[in-house]
């Protein structure tokens, strides 16, 4: 038990104290960002599950491969906040709150916006890329993908959630994650799925592109979770006691 306890504090030790320190400080208003793309998710389902909205959602926020690019590009923002019609809302919501939440108090709303923008083009583009290859193709898709909706959300979560964990150590978290979408892919082989592996593959070019920029202009005391180590170092085998 005290292996397995310290293998979590080592594991998610400076995502919890980057995380825990602006909620304990700012509270709920650390989060506004996450609070309005909630709100906004929320909104959105209500307005395409009405008879006279469901059409008015599909022009402003839904993406097809075969809608033309200018037009995928301008719905491609508002699109990260239309749930999927056919899952459950609150599973799109309570991920949006844990994973948006997280991101924000870590990184910053704009920076959470700009890796979920991202991550959510990357699989856009994709599945234009895939039909244009074709359904024999390795990466290819079936021309009937063109018709699907893009994934909404979930590609932006799941960039996010690679992201931060990439970013504060919790390298076995984001490799868990990265493992559940490839097999995802191989149980159930949609165009979400490959979206998805789409998304890590962008998320993860901008992982090497801040490991980069680290190295050449490197921060006093090293990655959070090399802080975390030395703060903690030399204090006995236990774990830092949590603070009221």
Sequence with gaps: MRTLARWA??????????????????????????????????????????????????????????DPLWLALLRTPLSLFVPALDLPVWGALAQILLVFGIAELCLGWWRTLTIAYVATLAGTLYARLGITLGQHAPFGLPWTDAQVVDTGPSAAVVGLAVFVSWRYGAYATAGAVTASMVVEVLVKENLAGKEHLAALMAVGLLCLLAASRHRHGSRPGGTPRQRWSGRWAGRGSGLPPIQS
């Design 9 to 66: 504090g080592a594991e998610w030790g400076p995502l919890c104290a980057a995380v825990r320190e602006p909620l304990r400080r700012r509270g709920p208003t650390a989060v506004p960002m996450t609070g309005s793309a909630v709100g906004l998710t929320a909104f959105l389902q209500y307005v395409q599950n009405q008879p006279w909205g469901y059409q008015l959602v599909q022009n402003l926020g839904s993406v097809r491969a075969e």
